[in-house]
């Protein structure tokens, strides 16, 4: 098949499909006489693999390491058990966070209880005094989606 149908058929955009060969985690596809992609069964298999990784919010590092396991079926999986588990505490991490956000978004939203002009709005007066202490960025404990080590 060629990309455009590799694509439909995974719903992968095009683009990532490339990108996904560029970072070496989808093999090269073949070429034909006029130079075109050719995409075999193989190739729309381990991309659905990769992409339900990244779904699970696994780094594109985290899904190398599956998939070097994948291509030796021979190995130990006691590697894979740990980066599972390691991944698992990212979640469990992030969903702490997440909660923390929500709770000081809820009590951000309090601060304006109905509409008047935006200069006396108590939200974006909290954001503003919020901002100047110290961006999001800064605040220990922030995680950024699938940039965690592994």
Do not use: W
Request: aromatic share 4%; hydrophobic share 35%; charged share 30%.
């Amino acid at each position: 098949m060629k990309i455009g149908d590799l694509s439909a058929a995974s719903s992968t955009p095009v683009e990532t499909i490339r990108f996904y060969e560029r970072e070496g985690l989808l093999p090269a596809a073949g070429r034909t006489q006029g130079n075109f992609r050719v995409y075999e069964a193989a190739h729309l298999a381990r991309l659905q693999f990769i992409r339900y990784c990244r779904g699970l919010d696994m780094s594109l590092d985290e899904v190398r390491v599956l998939l070097r396991f994948k291509d030796a079926p021979g190995e130990d999986c006691g590697d894979v058990n740990s980066l599972l588990d390691e991944h698992i505490g990212h979640v469990a991490k992030r969903i702490k966070e997440l909660r923390a956000l929500e709770k000081e978004l809820k009590e951000l939203r309090q601060r304006c209880g109905t509409a008047r002009q935006a200069n006396e709005c108590g939200i974006l007066a909290g954001l503003e005094a919020a901002s100047q202490e110290r961006t999001p960025a800064e605040q220990p404990g922030t995680h950024l989606r699938s940039v965690h080590k592994h």
